[in-house]
C-alpha cells in the first residue's frame, strides 16, 4: 500500500511550476553560505506562497491562485548527460531503503487469506522521480520547463552594486541572445527581471544598504526590486550557543543525500562480480545432459560464486532477458544540445553540488542549515517570495497572456484562411498510410510561428493554475499540431490537455480523458522514439489515474513503459504496478507478487541488491506455502543469493534452508546444488559468529536435513535380546518389532503374576511394566531404567531429498541431573558441544554410542538406533541428535578455507571416500507430542495435547538382572508330540533375586519338571518293565497360569544359573500357535520395597498333523443266563495317520502305537483279544481299528479326585502314564481354559471349567446315569522326515474323552459354531420361565433293564396247545436319585410292529407269544439299586421269539404323572420247538 508524500494535484503542480532563474554575485554567495546553504538552497523551502492570490486570465476574469509554487534554479547550473544522470538517479534510488522500526510490522493489510506485510511507502521511487524530472532536460516543442524570469542578486557589501547589477543584467541578456540553445532557455525575448539587495544585519551598515536600495528603486522600478535583510544571528553567538539538533530542518528535504561510500551497490554492471554466474533458468524437472561439469576448481575467495559454476548450468532465471549492463544500454534520447556534451562525472556531480548543496566541511564551520537565520529572517525571506510573486511575476504573467492572445487573435485568422484554401488544393491532410511512413519526421515551426505562441500561452496559463483557459488552448494547439504531423508538439499538447482537466478537479465540466495521456505515450514511443517524455507522461498519468480509483489502467501504463534501456526504471515502474494490482478494490494478489518478482529480477540487473531482496522477500509472501513450489524455489533462492552478497548470512541461510523440503520437485542435480548452497553457505556463516563472538559456542545450530520424524521415536528400556547360538535359544526380551503386537496379553499376565505374588490383591498403585516406548504407550510417567543397562532409542530419519545425504559423527543429545544427597543443587549436564573431542566428564556419566557414517538414500526413511547406558542416578532427558551434515558427492571439491575442527573442512586423502567434502555440524530436536486430550468440553473446543516422557527417564540403582535361555526349543512339532526342553536361568545383574514365577498365555501345552540332577534322563516317559497292575492317583483337575518356579536355596545369587526341565506337547490342532512366556522375579536384598522385573518369551511353534483319533462306547450286550448286572462297555477306537508324503514339507512315515491308557475313577479297560507282544504301525494315510472293553471297577466307594490308570501295553516296556509328564498332560487336556482377557482382577480363581460338569447342578444326580467319565490316552512313537529330508524319531501322546455312550469322541477339540441371536425387540414382552428339565437324553436311560430266561424250551403243541415260560426282568438305576419305575406288557405286541420313527403300527400276523398275569407294575427303586420282577409268557407255536417287548417308564419325581418310556435294549431271543410226545 505505496502511499506518496504528495497528493497528485501538488504532485503535478510541483512537477509543472513555473521556472526562475537566480544570477548571484560572489558577494551574495558569501554571505548565504555562512548558513551551508547556496542562495537558490536559502530560499527554496519558501518558494511555497502561503496566501491565496489572484490573477486575470486575457479576458480580464480574475482567478484564484492558490498555493502557487516557484521553482528557482541557477543560472549557471548545467543539466547532466545521459550517463551521469542515470548513476545520480542509480545513487537516488540506492540511497533511500526501507526504514523499519524495531518491533514494527510495517503495514499489514489482509487480503482474502493473506496477510501481507508491505511497504507504507517507496520513497526510493518519489528519489528516483524527482532525479528524473531535474535532471529531464527541456525541449522546444513546449515552454514549462523554461526560464520566466531572472533574479539578479547583488548583496550590500559589494562596492558598487548598482554596477554589479548591470553587469548581472547584461551577462544575462547576452547568454539569452547570443546562444539560445544554451541552458537555461528562456520563455520569450522580454522575460522579467528581479534585482534583489542581500543585507547581511551583523557585519553590514543599514543605512547603506538603504540608500542602494532607494537607488535600485529609482534605477530599475519599485516593483521590480527588494531589500533583504538575512543573518540577524552572528558568527560568534553561533559558537557561543548550543544547537538543538531536534529541531526541524527546512533545508533537508531539498538538499541531495550524500552516498555513503561503504553502500551495497553496482554501479558498474548488473549484478555485481558476485552475480556474474546468476541462474538464468529453472528447468521443471527435465533430465540434466552431460555437459554440466563441476568446477573443481573454484578458490575460496570467490565466497558463494565458488558453487556458481554448477548452478548457473543447472538452472535458468525465467525472467533472463539480456546479458547488457545497464549503463552500457542505449542512451536516453536527450535533445541535441545535450547529447554531445563531454563532461566527467565529477565536474557533473560538483555542477549539482553547486546547485543544490555544499560541502559542510569546506563552506561551513558548523553542521546543520540556517544557523544566522532567526525566525525574523525567515519570515523576511517568505515576504520576499510573496511580493516578488504577488507584484512582479503574476502582473508580468498577465501581461504576457494578453500580449499572446491579442498576437493569436490577429494572426490566426489570416493563417488559416491562407494555409486552409492552399490544402484544399493541394490535396489535404496526408492520408493515415503516409502519417504511419512518415512516423519519423519532425516539423520544423519558426520561433514566432502561431502554432508555438498558442503552445507558450496555453503553458503561462497552465503555469498560473488557469486550467480552463489552458484546456481551451492546448485543444486547439493540439489539431494543428496533428494536422501538421508535428507528432512530438501533438503529444506534448495531449499530454497537458489531460492534465488541464484534471487540475480542474470537481469544478471541471469535463471527465478525465485518460485516452488523451494514453495517445500522447504511445505517440512519444512510437512516432516520436521519445522515452524521456513517454516517461514523465506516464509519472504524471498514473498519479491522476490512482488519485481517480483507476489503479488497473495505471498499472497498465506503469508496465507499457517497461524496456530493455533501463533496469532501474523498469523495476521501478514495475514495482509500482504490482502497488495498483494490491491496492485495487479486488486485490490482485498474484499479480502483484508475480511483478514484484519482475521488479526484483530487474533491479538486481541494476545492482540494486537491497532492493531486489526487498521486492523479491515481499513476493515470497504469496507464494509460500502455496503449492508454487517451483516459483517459491525461485525466491527462495534469489534471496539466499542477494542476502549472501549483501553479507547477510542468516537471512541467506534460511532461504537455502527452505529449498529443502519434502515437496521440492525439482531434479536431483538441482537439489544436490541447493544442498551445497546451503552447506556452504551455513558454515560461512558459523565461521562468521565465531569470529564475532571470539568463543566457540556450546550450543549447536539447528539443521534442516534430514527430517526427523519425533513422533515415530521408539524408547527400548534394556538390553537387545541375544541372538540364538546352535541348540540354545535366548527370552526374546521386547525389541522395537514387537510394538505391532498387541500389548494387551502381556498387561494380563503382568496382573496374573502380580496377583499371585500379593496373595490375590493388587497394590493400589499398580502400573503395568513397560520396556518399549512408543507413540501408541501411555507415556504419561517417566520410563524407568537403571544403572549400567543400555537404553536403546530408534530414529527414523527421513530424506525428502532425491539426493543422498551423509550423517557422520551421530549421537545422542542428552542432558543428565544427577541424584546428589548433599545440600547444594545438583548441576545440570549435557554432551552438547561443537567440536567432536571426547568429552570426559559427560563420558563418565553416560555412555554414549557414535554411529561413524549413515548414507540416506534419495527419498529414503530408515531407522537408526543408538544407545545409552547410564552410570550414575538422576534423570536423563534425551533431546535430540548432533551429526555432521554433507551431500554424498565425491565429484564436487568445495574451497578448503575456514577452520576444519568445529565447523568442518575439507576430507583430506588420496582415497574416494563416500562422505562429503563440505559438512557442517549441526542437531536436530526431538520434539514428541503427547496425545490429544478429548475428555472435557475445552478439550473438546480447542487442540490439547497431553504429556508425553518417553525421553524423560528415570534411572534407579541397580537391579537384578534375568537371562533365560531354552535348550533344543523345537520350531516344529507334530500334534500332540512332547519334546523335552532344558531352560537354564542367570542373573547377569549385581544384586540377588527370588520369587520366581512364570505366566503364560497357554499353559495347556508346556510342563515344568523339577531342578535338573546329575542323574537327569533324557527320556520323555518314565518305563518300566514290571507289570503292575493299575495305580490310583490324586488328581486335582485345576491348571494355573501362574506357576512358581523353585530356585534352590530360595535365592539366586549374581552371576549364577539353575537349571530346570520343560515338556512341550504340540497342539491338537495343526498350524501355527503362538505361546507367550512371562517371567516375573523381585529383588532379594529388600524385601519391605518390593521391586520386581519381567521378562518377556515369545515363541510360535508349529504343529504338523500326526494320529487322529476317535472312540465310541456302546453296552456290551448280557448273556440270559448271566446272574450279575455288572455294567460293561465296548469301545471302538479308530485312529488315522493323517500325515501325508509331500516334497519340502514334514511328515510322518510311520506311527507305533505303544500303549494305550485308560484314566478314570470308575473304569478300567482290558483287550477283548489275546495278542501278541508285537507293536502295532500305522503307516501314511492308513487307519487302524481298535476295540477294547471298558468293565467298571470293583470298589465299594470311588473318590471322584482318584483317578486310577490303566494301561494296556502294546510292547514290551511299561509306560508309567501316572507319571509326569503323561499325567500333566492328561490333566491338561481335561481343563477347559477361560480366554485369557476373562481372567479376574483381584482374585487368583481357578483358570478352568471342568468338561463334563454341567451347569445346571441340580440335575447332576440324574446325568451321573449316562456319564461315564472315562479317558483315554494314546501313547506312540513316530518316524518323521523333515523337510531338509533328515529322519527323527519322536515321541507323543492324544487323550480322548468318552462321556457317554453311542456317541463319538476326538482327540482333537470340537468347535461349536457361534450360535445366532435373534432379531432385536424394542418391545419388552412378559417372557414365562420355563421349568427346567433334565435332557430328554438322560430321562430315557435312567434305568437299564434285561430279561433272564432259558434259551430253549421243548414243548408237545399236539398235547398242550401253549408253552409257558418263567421270565425274569431285571431292573437297575443308574442314577444317584430314587426314580419310580412302570412295567407295562400290555402293549407288547403293538410295540414290536411299531415304525421307530412315526409311531404307527403296520399289519402283522397273529403273534405268537402274549405275556400273562399282571400287565402293569409300578415300584421305586433307590439310587444304583437292583429290582428282580418274575413275568409269564406263553408261546402258541414254535419258532424262535423276541420276548424283549416290554414298555418300562421311568419318573424321577414323586408325581407319576409325568413318565419317560426307557430305550430299548438289546433283544432277547429264546427257541420253542415241537417235540412228539
Known amino acids: 500500500m505505496a502511499q506518496h508524500k504528495q497528493t497528485a494535484h501538488e504532485f503535478i503542480q510541483s512537477t509543472f511550476s513555473p521556472q526562475i532563474a537566480v544570477l548571484c554575485s560572489n558577494d551574495a554567495e558569501l554571505l548565504c553560505q555562512k548558513n551551508n546553504l547556496s542562495f537558490v538552497q536559502l530560499v527554496q523551502p519558501f518558494c511555497r506562497l502561503k496566501t491565496e492570490a489572484h490573477i486575470k486570465d486575457p479576458n480580464n476574469v480574475q482567478h484564484n491562485v492558490q498555493h502557487l509554487r516557484i521553482s528557482m534554479v541557477d543560472m549557471n547550473c548545467q543539466i547532466p548527460p545521459a550517463a551521469a544522470a542515470k548513476k545520480l538517479m542509480n545513487d537516488a534510488v540506492n540511497s533511500e531503503q526501507q526504514v523499519m522500526a524495531e518491533g514494527s510490522r510495517g503495514n499489514v493489510i489482509s487480503v482474502g487469506d493473506y496477510d501481507l506485510q508491505l511497504s507504507s511507502s517507496t520513497p526510493w521511487f518519489e528519489a528516483y522521480r524527482e532525479c528524473f524530472l531535474q535532471t529531464l532536460p527541456p525541449s522546444d516543442h513546449e515552454f514549462l520547463k523554461h526560464c520566466l524570469a531572472c533574479i539578479f542578486v547583488v548583496s550590500s557589501n559589494h562596492t558598487d552594486p548598482l554596477a554589479m547589477l548591470q553587469t548581472l543584467s547584461s551577462s544575462q541578456q547576452q547568454q539569452q541572445s547570443q546562444f539560445p540553445n544554451k541552458l537555461p532557455h528562456w520563455f520569450c525575448p522580454n522575460i522579467l527581471k528581479y534585482y534583489v539587495l542581500v543585507h547581511d544585519v551583523v557585519e553590514a551598515e543599514a543605512s547603506k544598504a538603504e540608500a542602494v536600495y532607494?537607488?535600485?528603486?529609482?534605477?530599475?522600478?519599485?516593483?521590480?526590486?527588494?531589500?533583504?535583510?538575512?543573518?540577524?544571528?552572528?558568527?560568534?553567538?553561533?559558537?557561543?550557543?548550543?544547537?538543538?539538533?531536534?529541531?526541524?530542518?527546512?533545508?533537508?528535504?531539498?538538499?541531495?543525500?550524500?552516498?555513503?561510500?561503504?553502500?551495497?551497490?553496482?554501479?558498474?554492471?548488473?549484478?555485481?562480480?558476485?552475480?556474474?554466474?546468476?541462474?538464468?533458468?529453472?528447468?521443471?524437472?527435465?533430465?540434466?545432459?552431460?555437459?554440466?561439469?563441476?568446477?573443481?576448481?573454484?578458490?575460496?575467495?570467490?565466497?558463494?560464486?565458488?558453487?556458481?559454476?554448477?548452478?548457473?548450468?543447472?538452472?535458468?532465471?525465467?525472467?533472463?532477458?539480456?546479458?547488457?549492463?545497464?549503463?552500457?544500454?542505449?542512451?536516453?534520447?536527450y535533445s541535441s544540445d545535450y547529447q554531445g556534451s563531454t563532461s566527467s562525472l565529477n565536474s557533473v556531480q560538483s555542477a549539482m553540488s553547486k546547485s543544490s548543496s555544499f560541502n559542510m566541511q569546506n563552506k561551513g564551520q558548523f553542521p546543520g542549515h540556517g544557523m544566522c537565520l532567526t525566525a525574523s529572517d525567515q519570515d523576511r525571506i517568505r515576504i520576499f517570495i510573496h511580493e516578488f510573486a504577488v507584484r512582479a511575476l503574476i502582473p508580468w504573467a498577465e501581461r504576457q497572456m494578453r500580449t499572446l492572445n491579442d498576437m493569436l487573435m490577429s494572426r490566426t485568422g489570416l493563417r488559416k484562411s491562407l494555409f486552409g484554401t492552399a490544402k484544399k488544393l493541394f490535396g489535404g491532410n496526408p492520408s493515415k498510410t503516409s502519417q504511419a511512413a512518415n512516423t519519423a519526421t519532425t516539423v520544423v515551426y519558426s520561433k514566432d510561428a502561431p502554432e508555438l505562441q498558442m503552445r507558450r500561452l496555453a503553458d503561462i496559463a497552465f503555469l498560473f493554475q488557469l486550467y480552463d483557459f489552458a484546456y481551451q488552448t492546448y485543444h486547439t494547439a493540439k489539431r494543428d499540431f496533428n494536422n501538421d504531423n508535428a507528432w512530438l508538439h501533438f503529444a506534448g499538447a495531449l499530454e497537458m490537455a489531460s492534465l488541464a482537466i484534471f487540475m480542474q478537479g470537481s469544478q471541471g465540466q469535463r471527465a478525465y480523458p485518460d485516452h488523451y495521456m494514453e495517445s500522447a505515450i504511445t505517440t512519444y514511443l512510437q512516432s516520436c522514439k521519445n522515452i524521456p517524455y513517454a516517461v514523465r507522461a506516464t509519472l504524471v498519468s498514473t498519479e491522476a489515474l490512482k488519485s481517480r480509483g483507476k489503479y488497473k489502467e495505471a498499472a497498465t501504463q506503469f508496465i507499457k513503459m517497461m524496456s530493455e534501456e533501463s533496469d532501474l526504471r523498469s523495476a521501478l515502474l514495475l514495482e509500482q504496478a504490482a502497488h495498483c494490482f494490491i491496492n485495487m478494490r479486488n486485490s490482485m494478489v498474484r499479480k502483484y507478487s508475480f511483478h514484484m518478482i519482475l521488479a526484483g529480477h530487474r533491479f538486481s540487473k541494476a545492482g540494486q541488491r537491497k532492493h531486489a531482496l526487498r521486492a523479491y522477500s515481499q513476493a515470497l509472501q504469496i507464494y509460500k506455502g502455496k503449492g508454487w513450489s517451483l516459483a517459491e524455489d525461485h525466491i527462495n533462492f534469489t534471496i539466499g543469493r542477494q542476502s549472501h552478497n549483501l553479507k547477510q548470512l542468516e537471512n541467506a541461510t534460511a532461504a537455502f534452508k527452505h529449498l529443502l523440503t519434502e515437496d521440492s520437485k525439482q531434479t536431483a542435480m538441482q537439489q544436490n546444488a541447493f544442498l551445497r548452497e546451503y552447506l556452504f553457505v551455513y558454515r560461512q556463516l558459523l565461521v562468521q559468529e565465531s569470529e564475532e563472538t571470539g568463543l566457540q559456542s556450546n550450543t549447536l545450530p539447528e539443521l534442516p536435513l534430514p527430517v526427523l520424524d519425533s513422533n515415530a521415536t521408539k524408547v527400548i528400556v534394556g538390553s537387545r535380546p541375544l541372538i540364538p547360538q546352535g541348540d540354545t535359544i535366548y527370552a526374546t526380551g521386547v525389541w522395537?518389532?514387537?510394538?505391532?503386537?498387541?500389548?494387551?496379553?502381556?498387561?494380563?499376565?503382568?496382573?496374573?503374576?502380580?496377583?499371585?505374588?500379593?496373595?490375590?490383591?493388587?497394590?493400589?498403585?499398580?502400573?503395568?511394566?513397560?520396556?518399549?516406548?512408543?507413540?501408541?504407550?501411555?507415556?504419561?510417567?517417566?520410563?524407568?531404567?537403571?544403572?549400567?543397562?543400555?537404553?536403546?532409542?530408534?530414529?527414523?530419519?527421513?530424506?525428502?531429498?532425491?539426493?543422498?545425504?551423509t550423517l557422520t559423527d551421530v549421537t545422542l543429545l542428552w542432558s543428565f541431573l544427577p541424584n546428589i544427597c548433599s545440600h547444594e543443587k545438583p548441576q545440570l549436564i549435557t554432551n552438547e558441544q561443537m567440536v567432536t573431542a571426547k568429552n570426559n566428564l559427560a563420558d563418565e556419566i553416560v555412555h554414549g554410542q557414535v554411529v561413524k557414517e549413515i548414507i540416506l538414500q534419495g527419498n529414503d526413511r530408515l531407522p537408526v538406533q543408538m544407545t545409552l547406558t547410564p552410570q550414575q542416578m538422576g534423570e536423563l532427558r534425551i533431546y535430540g541428535i548432533t551429526y555432521n551434515l554433507g551431500s554424498a558427492s565425491t565429484t564436487f571439491m568445495a574451497p578448503s578455507q575456514g577452520p576444519s575442527g568445529p565447523l568442518g573442512g575439507a576430507v583430506m586423502g588420496s582415497k574416494a571416500s563416500y562422505v562429503s567434502t563440505v559438512y557442517v555440524r549441526g542437531k536436530q530436536k526431538i520434539e514428541v507430542q503427547g496425545p490429544r486430550l478429548n475428555t472435557k468440553k475445552e478439550e473438546m473446543a480447542s487442540k490439547v495435547y497431553g504429556p508425553d516422557r518417553r525421553l524423560d527417564l528415570t534411572i534407579h540403582e541397580q537391579m537384578p538382572l534375568l537371562e533365560v535361555s531354552f535348550v533344543d526349543f523345537p520350531k516344529t512339532l507334530l500334534c500332540g508330540e512332547v519334546h523335552p526342553v532344558t531352560v537354564h536361568f542367570t542373573n547377569t545383574g549385581s544384586s540377588p533375586l527370588h520369587k520366581l514365577k512364570v505366566a503364560s498365555s497357554n499353559p495347556k501345552c508346556f510342563v515344568i519338571g523339577q531342578n535338573i540332577s546329575n542323574e537327569h534322563s533324557s527320556s520323555v516317559y518314565n518305563v518300566t518293565d514290571k507289570s503292575s497292575d493299575s495305580i490310583s492317583v490324586n488328581c486335582d483337575l485345576k491348571v494355573k497360569r501362574v506357576i512358581d518356579i523353585?530356585?534352590?536355596?530360595?535365592?539366586?545369587?549374581?552371576?549364577?544359573?539353575?537349571g530346570i526341565q520343560l515338556w512341550i506337547r504340540g497342539n491338537d490342532i495343526g498350524g501355527n500357535h503362538q505361546v507367550d512366556f512371562l517371567f516375573y522375579y523381585e529383588l532379594a536384598e529388600n524385601p519391605q520395597k518390593r521391586k520386581y522385573r519381567i521378562l518377556r518369551h515369545n515363541v510360535l511353534v508349529n504343529t504338523a498333523e500326526s494320529l487322529s483319533v476317535r472312540a465310541v462306547a456302546q453296552k456290551a450286550c448280557k448273556n440270559s443266563k448271566e446272574l450279575t448286572s455288572t455294567g460293561q462297555f465296548l469301545i471302538s477306537c479308530e485312529m488315522e495317520n493323517l500325515s501325508q508324503q509331500q516334497l519340502g514339507r514334514v511328515y510322518v512315515s510311520e506311527i507305533r502305537i505303544k500303549q494305550i491308557s485308560c484314566a478314570s475313577s470308575r473304569w478300567t479297560i482290558d483287550t477283548l483279544t489275546s495278542h501278541s507282544q508285537k507293536e502295532v504301525c500305522i503307516g501314511s494315510r492308513e487307519m487302524l481299528q481298535v476295540c477294547l472293553k471298558a468293565s467298571m471297577l470293583q470298589k465299594e466307594k470311588v473318590s471322584n479326585c482318584d483317578v486310577t490308570f490303566t494301561d494296556l501295553t502294546l510292547h514290551d516296556g511299561k509306560i508309567l502314564s501316572g507319571r509326569t509328564p503323561c499325567l500333566d498332560f492328561y490333566q491338561r487336556s481335561r481343563v477347559k481354559l477361560k480366554p485369557l482377557e476373562d481372567e479376574a482382577s483381584q482374585t487368583q480363581t481357578p483358570s478352568q471349567i471342568l468338561a463334563p460338569k454341567e451347569k445346571v447342578d441340580q440335575f447332576e444326580s440324574l446325568n451321573s446315569a449316562i456319564q461315564l467319565g472315562m479317558s483315554l490316552i494314546i501313547l506312540w512313537q513316530a518316524h518323521v522326515v523333515d523337510s531338509d529330508g533328515t529322519e527323527r524319531v519322536c515321541v507323543g501322546q492324544h487323550h480322548v474323552t468318552v462321556e457317554k455312550p453311542d456317541s463319538i469322541f476326538t482327540s482333537y477339540p470340537y468347535m461349536q459354531p457361534p450360535r445366532e441371536s435373534g432379531p432385536i425387540q424394542f418391545i419388552k414382552e412378559e417372557v414365562t420361565e420355563e421349568e427346567k428339565k433334565p435332557d430328554f437324553e438322560v430321562l430315557t436311560q435312567l434305568v437299564s433293564y434285561s430279561l433272564q430266561h432259558k434259551t430253549e424250551l421243548d414243548n408237545c403243541f399236539s398235547k398242550c396247545r401253549l408253552c409257558c415260560a418263567q421270565v425274569t426282568l431285571v431292573l437297575h438305576n443308574e442314577a444317584d436319585s430314587d426314580v419310580t419305575v412302570l412295567v407295562d406288557t400290555s402293549k407288547a405286541q403293538h410295540r414290536l410292529n411299531e415304525y421307530p420313527d412315526t409311531g404307527q403300527t403296520a399289519e402283522s400276523p397273529a403273534g405268537g407269544f402274549s405275556w400273562m398275569s399282571q400287565t402293569l407294575k409300578q415300584l421305586k427303586l433307590l439310587a444304583k439299586q437292583t429290582e428282580k420282577i418274575l413275568l409269564s409268557v406263553t408261546f402258541s407255536k414254535p419258532g424262535v421269539y423276541n420276548i424283549n417287548n416290554i414298555a418300562v417308564f421311568v419318573s424321577y419325581q414323586d408325581d407319576s404323572a409325568e413318565m419317560t418310556l426307557q430305550k430299548q435294549t438289546k433283544p432277547s431271543v429264546i427257541t420253542i420247538r415241537d417235540v412228539a410226545s
Open 736 to 805: 522395537f518389532e514387537d510394538s505391532d503386537m498387541p500389548s494387551w496379553r502381556w498387561k494380563k499376565l503382568e496382573e496374573l503374576l502380580v496377583l499371585d505374588a500379593n496373595g490375590g490383591t493388587l497394590p493400589l498403585l499398580h502400573r503395568p511394566s513397560l520396556q518399549l516406548f512408543t507413540d501408541g504407550t501411555d507415556n504419561k510417567f517417566s520410563p524407568v531404567s537403571y544403572m549400567k543397562e543400555p537404553i536403546t532409542i530408534e530414529l527414523y530419519l527421513v530424506n525428502p531429498l532425491k539426493v543422498a545425504l
Open 214 to 333: 532607494q537607488s535600485m528603486k529609482s534605477s530599475f522600478g519599485h516593483q521590480s526590486c527588494h531589500l533583504l535583510q538575512i543573518n540577524s544571528r552572528s558568527l560568534t553567538t553561533v559558537e557561543t550557543m548550543k544547537m538543538d539538533t531536534s529541531l526541524p530542518d527546512p533545508w533537508g528535504q531539498f538538499l541531495n543525500k550524500p552516498i555513503d561510500e561503504g553502500v551495497d551497490y553496482d554501479a558498474g554492471g548488473s549484478s555485481g562480480a558476485d552475480d556474474s554466474m546468476f541462474p538464468t533458468r529453472l528447468d521443471e524437472g527435465a533430465p540434466e545432459t552431460n555437459n554440466h561439469v563441476l568446477d573443481t576448481n573454484s578458490h575460496s575467495d570467490e565466497g558463494i560464486d565458488g558453487l556458481g559454476s554448477v548452478t548457473n548450468s543447472v538452472m535458468d532465471h525465467p525472467l533472463a532477458l539480456s546479458d547488457e549492463s545497464p549503463l552500457q544500454s542505449p542512451t536516453l534520447e
Open 1046 to 1058: 523353585e530356585i534352590p536355596g530360595g535365592i539366586l545369587h549374581s552371576k549364577s544359573t539353575m
